[in-house]
C-alpha cells in the first residue's frame, strides 16, 4: 500500500451509467508514474502522446499524460487499487 | 452598456492560473462560479476586522458583524425584488433551501394522498427531499413530462396538476440543458390549484434577471457559491405570510425570543424570533453572508440584463462553433434565447469522462456525468454528458479554444 500513497492522489468513482474510475496521480511524479505504466502495460493506441490507450492483464484503460487514468468496467475501488499497484509496483 | 468581460477577468484571480502549462478556461461555472477579488478581500477583511457572533451582544465587534449580515439580507432581497429581508433566510445553498420547505412547510402541511408535483428535469436536490417527504407523509410524488428539446412540457403540468397538488417543485433554469421555464405561468396554473410554488433558482439567480414578486413564487432557492459568492451560503426566499405561518425547521439560539422553563408543567415554553431570524438556528455563516453580499454587488454593478445579454451571445457563438464539429452532438434546444450559457454535449464513441480528461489537459475544465439530473438522462437516453457552462469572465477566444480541442478530440 505504500505503492499507493506514493503515487495516488485520489481515486474517483464518477457519475453516469458507465461508472467508470478516474485515477488521479500525484502530480510531481506523473511523469515518473506515466513511464512506469507504459513499461507495463501493452500500449494499444497513442494519440499525439497525450493518451495511451493500454491493456493490462485483460485490463482495458486510457493514461492522460497528466497524470490521470479511467478504468472501466472494474467492481470497486479495490479493484482499481490492485492493478495500480500491480502497474507501480 | 456592454459587459466587458476582459475588464471583468482582471478581477478574477484564479484565471492567472495555468493548468497542463495551458492558460485556465474554466467552462464549469453551472458546478460553482469562480470569484472576484472584491469578494475574496471582503471575506479577509471581515476576518482581519470584524468577526464577531452576531445579535444579542453589545460590544462594537457584535454590532459591527451584526449590522453587516443584516445588510447582507437586505442586499440580497433588493437583489431578487422580495419585499423585504424578513423573506430572505440565509441558509447553506440551495438544497438546504428546498430541505427546509420539505420539512418545515411539508411536514406540517401535507397529509396522506396529498400529491407534489415535481418536474422530470430537476436537478436531485429539487426531487430527492420530496421523495422522502412522501414517505414520510403518506403522499405521492408526480412527475411532469419534459419534451425531447429539454423544455418542460407545460400542457402535461397542466393535466397532472390537480386539487390535491400542494406545491410545485420546478428548476427556473435546467442545471443540464440551460432552458429556462416560464415560471410566470407555472405559478399562474398553480395558484389556479391552491398550490404553493417552489423554484430552484439555482441556475437562473447567478445569470438571469430574477423578480420574485413579478414572478409570484412562493419559495425561491439559490446559492451563493454559483453567483461569485463563498460556498456554504444561499437563501431561501419565502413570502412573508407563509414563512409567518410555517414551523421551523432546526431548533437552538437564534431562532428563539425566548425559552423560559415552566416550574408547574416543568417544561420549557418556547417562542420564536420574528423573520427571518426564525429559520436561522445556531451561529449562522455569517462571513458566508458577507461574501454574499459583496457578490451581489459585483453582479449589481455590472446589471444582470447585460450578464444574460453577454452569456446569451457566448451561447450562441459557442453552439455555432460546435455545429462545425462533425462528430459532437448537443442535446437540448438549439434555440440560444429559450436557454442560458449551457451546452450538454457529447463526442461520438467518447464517454463524457474522457472528453471532460481530455479538455483538462489543454487546461479546460468542463464536468463530466449526470450533472445530478439523473432522470433527465434518463429520459434523453444518454448514460452521462459532457457540459461546458459559461459565465461573465469568459470570452470568445476560449471558446475558440474548446472548439479546436474537441477538434482535436474528434480525431480519436
Same mark, same amino acid.
Request: glycine share 6%; net charge negative; hydrophobic share 40%.
Given at each position: ?17 458507465? $461508472? ?24 494499444? $493506441? ?44 | ?69 443584516? =445588510? ?23 438544497? =438546504? ?20 408535483? /415535481? ?5 436531485? !436536490?429539487?426531487? /430527492?427531499?420530496? =421523495? ?37 417543485? /420546478?428548476?427556473? /433554469? ?48 439559490? !446559492? ?29 439560539? *437564534? ?12 417544561? #420549557? ?17 455569517? #462571513? ?23 452569456? *446569451? ?11 462545425? #464539429? ?21 463526442? =461520438? ?22 450533472? #445530478? ?10 448514460? !452521462? ?28
Amino acid at each position: 500500500m505504500a505503492v499507493l500513497e506514493e503515487y495516488v492522489a485520489r481515486i474517483e468513482e464518477t457519475c453516469g451509467e458507465e $461508472k467508470d474510475f478516474i485515477v488521479i496521480f500525484k502530480y510531481d511524479k506523473k511523469d515518473e508514474i506515466v513511464a512506469k505504466i507504459l513499461k507495463k502495460a501493452k500500449t494499444e $493506441k497513442s494519440i499525439s502522446n497525450i493518451i495511451f490507450e493500454l491493456t493490462f492483464k485483460g485490463v482495458s484503460f486510457r493514461v492522460y499524460k497528466t497524470g490521470k487514468a479511467i478504468f472501466r468496467n472494474l467492481k470497486g475501488k479495490d479493484e482499481v487499487r490492485n492493478i495500480i499497484l500491480e502497474l507501480l509496483s | 452598456m456592454m459587459l466587458d468581460p476582459y475588464q471583468i477577468r482582471d478581477d478574477f484571480p484564479i484565471l492567472k492560473r495555468k493548468i497542463n502549462n495551458y492558460p485556465l478556461i474554466y467552462f464549469d461555472n453551472a458546478a460553482t462560479s469562480q470569484k472576484p477579488k472584491q469578494v475574496i478581500d471582503t471575506i479577509r477583511n471581515y476576518y482581519e476586522n470584524h468577526n464577531a457572533n452576531v445579535h444579542r451582544a453589545v460590544h462594537t465587534l457584535s454590532q459591527e458583524a451584526s449590522q453587516l449580515y443584516e =445588510e447582507a439580507h437586505e442586499e440580497t432581497a433588493k437583489f431578487i425584488h422580495a419585499r423585504s429581508m424578513e423573506e430572505i433566510v440565509f441558509v447553506r445553498g440551495t438544497t =438546504e433551501a428546498i430541505n427546509l420547505v420539505a420539512y418545515a412547510w411539508g411536514l406540517h402541511n401535507l397529509e396522506k394522498n396529498d400529491e407534489i408535483l /415535481v418536474s422530470l428535469m430537476e436537478h436531485h !436536490s429539487n426531487i /430527492v427531499p420530496w =421523495e422522502i417527504l412522501a414517505k414520510l407523509r403518506k403522499c405521492n410524488v408526480t412527475y411532469t413530462e419534459v419534451t425531447a428539446e429539454g423544455s418542460l412540457n407545460y400542457e402535461d403540468l397542466t393535466s397532472k396538476i390537480s386539487n390535491k397538488t400542494k406545491i410545485v417543485c /420546478v428548476s427556473h /433554469v435546467s442545471n443540464v440543458t440551460g432552458i429556462v421555464n416560464d415560471v410566470r405561468k407555472i405559478a399562474q396554473i398553480t395558484h389556479e390549484h391552491d398550490a404553493l410554488l417552489l423554484v430552484d433558482g439555482a441556475q437562473s439567480v447567478p445569470h438571469i434577471p430574477v423578480d420574485v414578486k413579478d414572478l409570484d413564487v412562493d419559495f425561491l432557492a439559490f !446559492s451563493g457559491h454559483k453567483m461569485l459568492g463563498p460556498t456554504g451560503i444561499g437563501a431561501l426566499y419565502g413570502k412573508s405570510e407563509i414563512l409567518e405561518k410555517m414551523e421551523p425547521f432546526q431548533g437552538g439560539g *437564534e431562532m428563539i425570543k425566548e425559552v423560559s422553563f415552566n416550574p408547574a408543567t416543568k417544561r #420549557c415554553n418556547i417562542s420564536w424570533n420574528t423573520l427571518p431570524w426564525k429559520f436561522e438556528a445556531g451561529t449562522p455563516n455569517i #462571513c458566508g453572508g458577507i461574501g454574499l453580499m459583496e457578490a451581489i454587488k459585483y453582479l449589481s454593478n455590472i446589471g444582470m440584463e447585460n450578464v444574460k445579454e453577454h452569456e *446569451e451571445t457566448l451561447t450562441d457563438y459557442a453552439m455555432k462553433g460546435l455545429q462545425e #464539429c462533425t462528430n459532437v452532438k448537443v442535446y437540448g434546444s438549439k434555440d440560444v434565447s429559450l436557454k442560458c450559457g449551457i451546452i450538454p454535449f457529447s463526442v =461520438e464513441g467518447l464517454s463524457s469522462h474522457d472528453i471532460a480528461l481530455f479538455l483538462d489537459n489543454f487546461g479546460i475544465m468542463v464536468r463530466s456525468g449526470f450533472h #445530478c439530473a439523473q432522470p433527465l438522462h434518463q429520459l434523453f437516453k444518454l448514460s !452521462s454528458s459532457a457540459r461546458a457552462s459559461f459565465y461573465i469572465y469568459n470570452i470568445r477566444e476560449e471558446i475558440n479554444r474548446f472548439i479546436e480541442v474537441l477538434g482535436e478530440i474528434e480525431q480519436i
